[in-house]
């Protein structure tokens, strides 16, 4: 089993190299052409298993070179209650036949650091492995969760420096709030003047610039990627759809087999993308929803063929979906074309030089229903949980939700489904009170307040201690700046 790139069949890379590499030389993404499985016996015995016990059984099935010992020490090292607020990492909660997973009882309240806190083991394992001598700096665009989870995961970490990259104008102010004053002595964090997409272009072209990387490795220094183009970032995100549905099945809510829909709110494509991993292991998932925002531009994707991002950039409520340029996407086609790098390379040039492409399909596209929510539907579609329940969801979560709710009354599937709980709300608090009431024009910390009051939920500690953090980063540049950032920091 070796990874390869998806642009080209002569990249290939152990798991551990591809961890430390984040994308192939020549731009494509490290994918694994025959993906694992799992037997249905192993699944059954996941019943009942713990997070870490689900995990240390998921990640050898995709991390080839790394030992079971070595597994075992990065996940007791990582998924501990020194980095996660409930004893079994995520929690489930309940609501007819929609099961929401909450996937932010981490540090930074995303779902993010469920593979974050992970990665830094991961590459300290990889460097060890593969006898590197340079220090790794990684580079982070970031649409808002991402960047706040990387800092926390690799703050004075040994060996390794992390650059953060956010859109200025398109965070929520609590996410800002959290890069800015972020702690450690190896982070560096900026705000850039365009958008998302802007900085991920710009960064996934620093990857492949020659020049760049021999000024770095003549200094000793080498650059890797802490987004989900790396696949130690998505091979984690794997495991919790494994741990759900085993969940699901110990606590009675499913019999064992039968089969489950997920939902989850997409921008990247990188948490579908390892639900559709799940699937292919083995797990009794059927259809995977992918929701979009008002940036709808994979729903359109799905619903067409035709991946077109020669349309406005919205900033709107759920901003960490605030992506046109979906890199996971690429693996997925890679998939499509039975593994055909020549053609997913022509496709990516493409999209690069048009902004659009079109695939012709073999089936692999219908294991996916897309659509999209609109801002406004996404605020009624909180309240009405709301009101019906007292639970309170964010509002990536919400657009997630809201697809399921559209889907089932459009198909009457009543299939049950789990939902990717991707924020907390309190990351968002502005937009969700909002969505509940007719306050307007609070102060962030004021809302925070309320929302605790409302949901009857403690406000989570890192929000609160964040009203009187310092904040450490305020300098604003263009994303065609980050090069000679890079360069002038680390050059001699
Ligand atoms: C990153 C993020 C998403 C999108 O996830 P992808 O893997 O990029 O598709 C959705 N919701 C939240 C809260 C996020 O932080």
Redesign the pocket.
Same mark, same amino acid.
């Given at each position: 089993m070796t990874y390869k790139s998806t642009r080209s069949d002569q990249h290939c890379a152990t798991a551990s190299q591809a961890i430390l590499n984040g994308i192939a030389p020549d731009g494509g993404l490290y994918t694994l052409d025959h993906l694992p499985t799992l037997s249905t016996d192993t699944l059954r015995q996941l019943v009942g298993a713990s997070y870490q016990d689900v995990a240390k059984t998921i990640l050898p099935l995709f991390l080839n070179d790394f030992t079971q010992e070595e597994i075992d020490y990065c996940v007791n090292s990582a998924y501990g209650v020194d980095n996660f607020n409930t004893d079994n990492m995520v929690v489930i909660q309940t609501i007819a036949n929609r099961h929401y997973l909450e996937l932010?009882h981490g540090k930074t309240l995303?779902?993010?650091d469920m593979a974050l806190s992970i990665l830094p083991y991961f590459m300290k394992v990889a460097a060890k492995k593969n006898h590197l001598k340079n220090e790794l700096v990684i580079l982070t665009a970031t649409?808002?969760?991402?960047g706040k989870a990387a800092l926390e995961a690799f703050k004075d970490v040994d060996g390794i420096h992390i650059f953060v990259f956010y859109p200025k104008e398109g965070v929520s102010p609590i996410q800002e709030k959290q890069m800015v004053t972020q702690s450690g002595n190896n982070v560096h964090v900026f705000g850039i003047t365009g958008n998302f997409d802007d900085a991920q272009s710009q960064v996934k072209q620093l990857f492949n610039d020659n020049d760049l990387n021999s000024v770095l490795q003549d200094a000793g220094y080498q650059l890797t990627s802490a987004n989900?183009i790396n696949i130690g970032r998505l091979v984690p995100?794997i495991v919790y759809y494994v741990y759900a549905y085993a969940e699901l099945v110990n606590s009675g809510k499913l019999t064992f087999g039968q089969p489950l829909n997920v939902s989850?709110? %997409?921008?990247?494509?990188?948490?579908?993308?390892a639900a559709y991993y799940a699937k292919a292991l083995g797990v009794p998932l059927n259809t995977l929803l992918c929701a979009s925002n008002e940036n709808h531009v994979l729903s359109d994707f799905f619903q067409t063929g035709t991946y077109d991002k020669n349309r406005p950039f919205i900033v709107t409520n759920?901003p960490?979906?605030d992506?046109l340029i979906?890199s996971?996407l690429e693996r997925l086609i890679y998939h499509a074309t039975q593994h055909d790098a020549k053609l997913t390379q022509q496709l990516m040039a493409q999209l690069n030089e048009t902004g659009s492409y079109a695939l012709m399909d073999d089936g692999i596209l219908n294991h996916f229903v897309a659509d999209y929510i609109s801002q406004d539907d996404t605020l009624q579609h909180i309240k009405a949980i709301f009101d019906e329940t007292g639970y309170v969801i964010?509002t990536? %979560?919400a657009v997630a939700s809201a697809l399921v709710e559209r889907y089932e009354r459009i198909t009457n599937d009543s299939t049950p489904t789990l939902i990717a709980a991707?924020?907390s709300p309190y990351?968002f608090p502005q937009s969700v009170l909002g969505a509940l009431t007719t306050v307007t024009n609070q102060d962030d910390f004021d809302c925070i307040q309320r929302l605790s009051q409302l949901s009857q939920t403690d406000i989570p500690q890192s929000v609160a201690d964040l009203m009187h953090a310092t904040i450490r980063f305020s300098l604003v540049i263009d994303a065609t700046d980050i090069r000679s950032i890079i360069t002038n920091h680390f050059k001699g």
């Open positions: 932010f995303a779902f993010k649409s808002g969760d991402t989900s995100q989850v709110p %997409t921008g990247n494509f990188g948490n579908i993308l759920s960490s979906m992506i979906s996971n964010d990536h %979560t991707t924020a990351k």
